[in-house]
């Protein structure tokens, strides 16, 4: 396990590496889907005031 | 007749919506799935290489973001241009879906480049052809981001990026080709190499499978952001009543 | 005038050591000239867009193309050229040598020029928007950056008596794409902005 960890020394550049690139990732997912909750929640205030 | 019908579809945002509704949970399995099995691969899987040793494997998470920026780019040039051309509002939503994905693969890249070439090249940064460019298109998708933020009138803003992002796409190909045009630092093309590749199977199918993944999230993310878009631009419209009923 | 304030300002600040001021000439001279250039830039269509003439223009039957390329080259001629031709006092006061003053010249002339093309795109495209000056740096400096290393490289060649020649015709080509393909990219731009 930990030479796993350890990667051959290079253990400090790889996995942030990984963290930075995964971390993009799943940051972007959420973002597009608060975007999507944010878009649903003005379209129903804006179909309210229409009323 | 059928075609017709198709571009029609497309171009109606009902349909559009509809459709990425339905696709994206779809998109968003397969996509991590690949990258799961994938990463499993590159990591536990695939021997270490002959000259990088374990440091290799972050070719895994910087080849995808890099590879990506590049396709989201040219996506969103291909976007705005149909935008254009035929003066298609969906397409321009789309243009503008994909910017902030892009945005940050491009900022995944040019991190993930730099913790791999510290150990590789002694440093993190070089203003190398390679490097310089896709610093530049980061520029380019900011001036996408902050034109369209700028502009008050919807329209205009859709078309005045549109125009931006066009032009800009002439980056795309310098960044592609600046290592096989310029001596550089920055490694030159393994894979996509007429013939055979110069990557071991071992290490090249973790790598295919990578991009494949990530070919699929973005599609995930964009048609999320797709809706958003589409929901956003089309104000009072009876389709969106229906839609959130 | 800006461009020879920020030429003699770089030695007060940097070092007064000739030969550093000489390694770091091709990036100060570079830089000065985008900054001057992104400067006039923003008023390339302003006055012509608040008072009309621009619209005018753009409905009238004529070539919004050929009047924004000529604009672009009055505006080379009134800044970059000017710029070009007065560098030779500021590079001397950064150290460079005497011969290597036409090369200097030759390829901030050209640079100039093919920032003032590029300019043109950008400044047509935030004519409407909010802080256009902010947007329109933005804009032009990621389509700007093959000129600065080229054109910068050229400089660096002239100054340490290298062979010019590659550099500049890549700036050369740089030029001609813009010629033909920024002032149509200007035209739409424009003709966006005043929908």
Partial sequence: ?51 | MATWTWFHRLASPPHVYAFARRWTPWFGGFAAVAIVVALYGGLVMAPPDYQQKDAFRMVYVHAPTAWLSLMIYTTMAVAAAVGLIWRMKVAHAAAAACAPVGAWMTVAALGTGMLYGKPMWGTYWVWDPRLTAELVLLFLYFGYMGLRAGIEDPVKADKASAVLAVVGVINVPIIKFSVEWWNSLHQTATVMQMGKPKMDFDMLWPLLLMLLGFLLYFITVLLIRLRAELLRRERNASWVREVLA | ?195
């Fill in chain 3, 1 to 195: 005038m800006f461009f020879m304030i920020v030429a003699t300002l770089f030695p007060l600040t940097l070092t007064p050591e000739m030969s550093r001021l000489r390694d770091a000439a091709p990036g100060v001279l570079w830089i000065g000239a985008l900054l001057s250039s992104l400067l006039a830039l923003e008023f390339l269509f302003r006055d012509d867009a608040v008072d009309g003439t621009l619209e005018q223009f753009a409905l009238s039957g004529q070539s919004l193309t050929w009047m924004l390329f000529a604009k672009t080259c009055t505006h080379w001629l009134l800044t970059g050229l000017p710029l070009a031709l007065s560098a030779p006092i500021a590079a001397a006061a950064l150290g460079v040598s005497v011969d290597a003053m036409p090369g200097v010249v030759a390829s901030l002339a050209l640079g100039s020029f093919a920032m003032s093309l590029i300019g043109a795109i950008g400044a047509g495209l935030t004519l409407g928007a909010r802080r256009g000056g902010v947007l329109l740096s933005l804009l032009t400096l990621p389509l700007a950056v093959p000129i600065l290393i080229f054109g910068a490289r050229a400089t660096q060649l002239a100054i340490s008596g290298g062979d010019i020649a590659p550099p500049m015709y890549l700036l050369g080509a740089i030029a001609v794409l813009g010629v033909t393909l920024a002032p149509l990219a200007a035209a739409a731009a424009v003709r966006i902005g005043l929908e």
């Fill in chain 1, 1 to 51: 396990m930990n030479e796993f960890l350890d990667m051959g020394g290079y253990g400090k550049y790889l996995w942030p590496t990984f963290a930075l690139g995964i971390g993009v990732v799943i940051l972007n997912l959420l973002l597009a889907l608060s975007s999507l909750k944010a878009a649903k929640l003005e379209a129903r205030r804006r179909m309210e005031m229409s009323q």
